[in-house]
Nanobody
Framework: DVQLVESGGGSVQTGGSLILSCAAS????????ISWFRQIPGKERERVST????????YIADSVKGRFTISKDNAKNTLYLQMNSLKPEDTATYLC?????????????WGQGTQVTVS
């Protein structure tokens, strides 16, 4: 089955930067649409950014627009999230998720997450 493994989290000071990675075990149609989510305990999971292997402009949430950038390296089956100008409110567990189409609501595959702490 598809496995997603996140890495790159850590602790940074306000204004700092991190690059998160999500390595996918599968580059088939199962992972055509890949997203970054973040989860803060007690709060609803937030979709941060989405990118498709096909057409379309990547989605970036308003809360991170201008600071975060999503990208992918198809040769490495890896998704990235460049996070700049980090704020304490960006503190969360960041997870990547994949599905076969961005038109579908449900994500079929999830990683375990990587913790980002901004202080």
């Amino acid at each position: 089955d598809v496995q997603l493994v996140e890495s790159g989290g850590g602790s940074v000071q306000t204004g700092g930067s991190l690059i998160l990675s999500c390595a996918a075990s599968d580059q088939s149609s199962k992972t055509t649409c890949i997203s970054w989510f973040r989860q803060i305990p007690g709060k609803e999971r937030e979709r941060v950014s989405t990118i498709s292997r096909g057409h379309g402009v990547p989605y970036i949430a308003d809360s991170v627009k201008g600071r975060f950038t999503i990208s992918k390296d198809n040769a490495k089956n890896t998704l990235y999230l460049q996070m700049n100008s980090l704020k304490p409110e960006d503190t969360a567990t960041y997870l990547c998720a994949a599905k076969s189409s961005c038109l579908f609501a449900r994500y079929n595959y999830w990683g375990q997450g990587t913790q980002v702490t901004v202080s």
